[in-house]
Each structure stands twice: as C-alpha cells, then as structure tokens.
C-alpha cells in the first residue's frame, strides 16, 4: 500500500506533509505534491499534517479520486524530489476545499 496526494492538494500546495516523511517520497510541481509509490513506506506520518486533507492511504482512496493514483505515479517520474517546506502559494486559502480542481493541475 502506498498513500496517495488528491484534487485538494491542487493550488493549495502546503508542504507540511514533506517535513515529516522520513524517505523524501514527496515530488512537487508547480500547483502539486505527489507521492512516490515505490519509496513511499506506508509510516502514516504524513497524512495528519496536511492542512488540506488532501492525502489518503491508496485501501482509503474515496473513488472518486482513485485516479490520482496513477496520476502520483506518473508524475513522481518527472517532478523533483521536495524534503522541506516552502510557502504554499499565496492564494492557497483560497483554493483549499474547492472541489474537482484537476483542470487546474499544471504539469
């Protein structure tokens, strides 16, 4: 089992959650965090920190967000690797909660 980073995290893009991971299984782009499945240990540690409630153990995922799975998987091959925090965008509040925010996603 792996976790997995959703449509919240889209825009808001706190990085909480990349403070506390002890593999640096964390990749970020430009309005996005994903993880990486295959260095991901399962720790939970992660999950708590994310102001947006946007991460989810992959058995938890609700199903209107399994695709983000594959979506973590392909974009950990090509995003950098993020081990501390950085600000989250300036307008991050105002995103955080908003719903199917996938058209937003910048590659």
Not at 9 to 24: G, L, M
Not at 46 to 70: R, S, V
């Amino acid at each position: 089992m792996t976790f997995v980073v959703t449509d919240n995290c889209i825009k808001c893009k706190y990085t909480d959650c990349v403070e506390v991971c002890p593999v640096d299984c964390f990749h970020v782009g430009p309005n996005f965090l994903v993880i990486d499945p295959e260095e991901c240990i399962d720790c939970t540690l992660c999950e708590p920190e994310c102001p947006a409630e946007a991460i989810y153990a992959e058995d938890d995922l609700p199903d209107d967000q399994a695709h983000f799975t594959e979506l973590n998987a392909e974009l950990t091959k090509v995003w950098p690797v993020i081990s501390e925090i950085i600000d989250a965008p300036e307008d991050a509040d105002e995103w955080l909660g908003v719903k199917d925010k996938l058209e937003h996603l910048e590659r």
